[in-house]
């Protein structure tokens, strides 16, 4: 067992291409997307309980302990491994916007198993993977930072190379409204957004041929399509808006990130980073103020003993 506190970074992400399919019997929509970690993150600091505590605790304000999916993951990873350690405390500072279509509950979760495993010595990447799909459909995805070409609903994975930074610069702009991912889905379902069985494979194949060489984004605008983005708008039509700002201060491309209603611009090109701050900049006085993120790989997310 390592000495604690230990902490973690818990990167939010955002997905490059969404193709909706069906709905399966588990009410989950099988769907093809890559999911990119970047560095706007989530910090969380897992240390012994308060003297006199009976159980875990998960701190973290803002969000209800109940339905915090960190502390799910925490009682998932004693079930599976019997670590009978004291009561522990996670302390969640959060910084990715909740309900935002930025896996920011799923990155706790992923953190916490993190955390755990480091904290216990126990566990495998094939056990915290197990737990994390029970979790939720992101959370296999952020138990491993990086780039994801997902499958499945989101927990069929397989890796693709880590662009470089200094090539990739990202603008996220917050909302100030939350979107639940279940009413999203819900409209895409009304409006009958969605692809045949034959239409994802054919849009896996060409994302993973696209991504193969480490390239920032798909050269093909097709590729980056949010087949959520028009559920979105239809409740959210404010994030039309934002991806007209995006688009105003220079983002090369503009997309909803997951289910939104958090807009994306990307600067794909030599100095990526500079050019979204000088977009940043160029939003000044914006309420949510945007935020300026690189793409992140692993050993970003790292636990480590502090």
């Keep these: 067992m390592s000495e604690l506190p230990a902490r973690a970074l818990a990167p939010a992400k955002i997905n490059l291409g969404l193709f909706l399919g069906p709905a399966r019997e588990d009410c989950r929509h099988e769907l093809v997307t890559v999911m990119q970690s970047i560095s706007l993150a989530d910090e969380l600091t897992l240390e012994p309980a308060p003297a006199g505590a009976v159980q875990d605790e998960v701190v973290c304000p803002g969000v209800d302990a109940e339905r915090n999916l960190a502390a799910a993951a925490l009682r998932a990873f004693r079930a ?73 609903a989101g927990e069929v994975l397989e890796g693709l190379p880590d662009p470089n930074p200094e090539w990739f610069g990202l603008l996220v702009l917050p909302s100030a409204a939350e979107l639940s991912t279940g009413a999203v889905y819900g409209e895409a379902d009304r409006l009958g957004v969605g692809r045949s069985a034959a239409e994802l494979a054919d849009r896996r194949g060409a994302l993973r041929s696209a991504l193969e060489l480490s390239a920032p984004v798909p050269a093909a605008s097709e590729l980056l399509e949010n087949d ?46 500079g050019r979204s701050q000088r977009a940043a900049a160029g939003l000044a006085g914006r309420v949510p103020a945007p935020i300026c993120a690189t793409p992140v790989d692993a050993p970003y997310a790292r636990a480590r003993t502090v």
């Design 80 to 152: 599976a491994t019997g670590w009978d350690a004291p009561p522990l405390r996670l302390r969640i500072d959060k910084r990715i916007p909740v309900a935002a279509g930025l896996g920011g509950g799923s990155a706790d979760a992923a953190a916490a198993l993190r955390l755990a495993r480091h904290a216990s010595g126990l566990g495998d990447d094939r056990l915290l993977h197990e737990l994390g799909a029970a979790l939720g459909a992101d959370v296999p995805a952020q138990i491993e930072p990086g780039r994801w070409l997902a499958t499945g």
């Design 228 to 273: 959520l983005e028009r559920a979105a708008i239809s409740l959210c039509p404010e994030i039309a808006d934002a991806l007209a700002q995006a688009r105003d201060v220079g983002a090369e491309l503009a997309l909803v990130s997951g289910s939104g209603p958090t807009v994306v611009g990307l600067f794909p090109h030599a100095n990526g980073l």
